[in-house]
């Protein structure tokens, strides 16, 4: 405990930002026996057969050596992770959301919701995971002048949610519409999209 606050403050100390991307190891270390149950997820229509095909462990060239159990003794290293990210928020360090899609079950788009209640479960306020999604990466670009926030003369690329994440991160998930360079998707145009990306990807593997 000691070793960790002590590398918390001195990576706060030297304004280092961190993206721990948590949503990497939840869904990394999955066994195969828990495999079909990941793939029967409904947004893994989204994701193309091939890509499925390469999540399975025995495909993982980190994975394939091992056994189910080893894999299972992997999955502590989350509890870690989280500890490492509590210390690094009670700090006050940089956190930043990433989610390193393409890696196993990590879906685009969804992962991101879902790295955000994983930073809400390390001690995060909603406010402060959200910053750590929007006005953070901003900042670390140096862009907050066009992006980052919701303000006159900015860039209107924003995501419209019918509740209110500042109360409950999940509400995140709740999208109305989509503007992006300041035009507006209607979540029912997004489904279409999204639809047609299932289709496709149907297609391809009969």
Same mark, same amino acid.
């Given at each position: ?6 590398? *918390? ?5 030297? +304004?280092?930002? %961190? ?5 990497? !190891? ?7 026996? *828990?495999?079909? $149950? ?17 999540? %399975? ?17 992997? =999955? ?14 009670? $700090? ?5 959301? +990433? !989610? #390193? ?5 990590? /879906?685009? =788009?969804? !992962? ?7 930073? /809400?479960?390390? =001690?995060? +306020? ?9 006005? &953070?990466?901003?900042?670390?670009? +140096?862009?907050?002048?066009?992006? &980052?926030?919701?303000?006159? &003369?900015?860039?209107? #690329?924003?995501?419209?949610?019918? &509740? %209110?994440?500042?109360?409950?991160? !999940? ?5 109305? =519409? ?29």
């Amino acid at each position: 405990d000691e070793k960790r606050t002590a590398a *918390a403050e001195l990576t706060a100390k030297h +304004g280092v930002w %961190n993206v721990p991307t948590l949503i990497l !190891s939840h869904y990394l270390f999955t066994p195969r026996s *828990a495999v079909a $149950a990941q793939l029967e997820r409904p947004e893994m229509r989204w994701v193309h057969p091939s890509r499925r095909a390469s999540w %399975n462990p025995d495909a993982d060239f980190r994975l394939k050596r091992m056994t189910d159990e080893q894999i299972k003794l992997l =999955g502590a290293t989350l509890v870690e992770q989280k500890r490492q990210v509590a210390a690094l928020h009670a $700090a006050g360090a940089r956190l930043l959301v +990433g !989610s #390193d899609t393409a890696n196993p079950f990590v /879906v685009a =788009g969804i !992962s991101v919701h879902e790295e955000l209640a994983l930073l /809400v479960a390390c =001690g995060l +306020g909603p406010y402060e995971a959200l910053v750590a999604a929007t006005r &953070g990466p901003a900042e670390l670009l +140096g862009v907050e002048d066009q992006r &980052g926030t919701i303000a006159a &003369g900015k860039i209107a #690329d924003l995501v419209l949610v019918r &509740g %209110n994440p500042l109360e409950d991160i !999940s509400a995140t998930r709740e999208i109305v =519409g989509v503007a992006l360079r300041g035009r507006w998707h209607p979540v029912d145009k997004l489904h279409e999209h999204l639809d047609n990306v299932a289709s496709t990807f149907e297609q391809a593997a009969n």
